[in-house]
């Protein structure tokens, strides 16, 4: 008995965080139902229209928001930033810059350089070792 290969399906919610758009702002279709691997595939190379404007003009999830101001997701909840922004909205606040955003890019630089720090340090130290 050759048992009947089924397809894996996600949730809508899994399948919004990885095409990276924001659940409330996808068709009611989308939503509804489970989404097979082989449909995120679909979507993600060839994206209908409705996909492409959302990714375009938003409203984008927190991640997203975070990598566009170029500052974390956290940085995002101490300056009470918890909903979905759209494009002009982010565009806007880069545009104004505030004091927090220029401050949470600026610990966010700090951050990544401490992190490459830390990289050559630990890839040093393993040649040394080698």
């Known amino acids: 008995m050759a048992s009947q290969k089924t397809s894996q ?4 919610e899994t399948a919004a965080k990885k095409l990276n758009v924001y659940l409330p702002a996808t068709p009611e279709e989308f939503r509804s139902g489970a989404v097979s691997r082989d449909e995120l595939h679909a979507l993600q190379t060839d994206p209908p229209e409705w996909l492409r404007n959302l990714r375009r003009d938003g409203p ?18 101490r300056n009470g930033i918890t909903d979905a922004l759209t494009t002009a909205e982010i565009n806007a606040l880069k545009a104004e810059m505030p004091e927090w955003l220029r ?8 951050v990544r350089e401490e992190a490459a720090r830390l990289k050559a340090r630990d890839a040093e130290r393993r040649s040394a070792d080698a």
């Open 9 to 12: 399906t996600m949730k809508p």
């Open 60 to 77: 984008h999830p927190r991640q997203v928001v975070a990598a566009r101001l170029g500052v974390s997701n956290s940085a995002l909840a």
């Open 103 to 110: 401050r949470e890019r600026a610990t966010q630089a700090e």
